[in-house]
Nanobody
Framework: VQLQASGGGFVRPGGYLKLSCAVS????????MGWYRQAPGKQRELVAV???????IYADSVKGRFTISRDNAKNTVSLQMNNLEPGDTGVYYC?????????????WGQGTLVTVSS
């Protein structure tokens, strides 16, 4: 399983960025899939994921500002980030997990840096 993330960069507070992730498997073969981030000195945290039957789960800190979407035909998952804040700075990872015979397998992309600063 391979994931390739792109779209990070530098933006001023209030700006926007869109991240994209190309996935090598069908979404139907995944348990959850989406975006996580790791700020300097902090643990990786969930930002937005598709779970179960396509339900979307967002971190409270990004609700109303970020939107996760996917293209089933192209096997891509995207994250539109609007009204960015300095607290959104971090390395963003796309990730997915699969469940197989009671075991959970995680897969991660290489990460893309998002910097929000004035």
């Amino acid at each position: 399983v391979q994931l390739q993330a792109s779209g990070g960069g530098f933006v001023r507070p209030g700006g926007y960025l869109k991240l994209s992730c190309a996935v090598s498997i069908s979404f139907h073969a995944t348990n959850t899939m989406g975006w996580y981030r790791q700020a300097p000195g902090k643990q990786r945290e969930l930002v937005a994921v598709f779970a179960g039957r396509g339900d979307k789960i967002y971190a409270d800190s990004v609700k109303g500002r970020f939107t996760i979407s996917r293209d089933n035909a192209k096997n891509t998952v995207s994250l539109q980030m609007n009204n960015l804040e300095p607290g959104d700075t971090g390395v963003y990872y796309c990730g997915l997990d699969q469940l197989y015979l009671g075991t959970r397998y995680e897969y991660w992309g290489q990460g893309t840096l998002v910097t929000v600063s004035s």
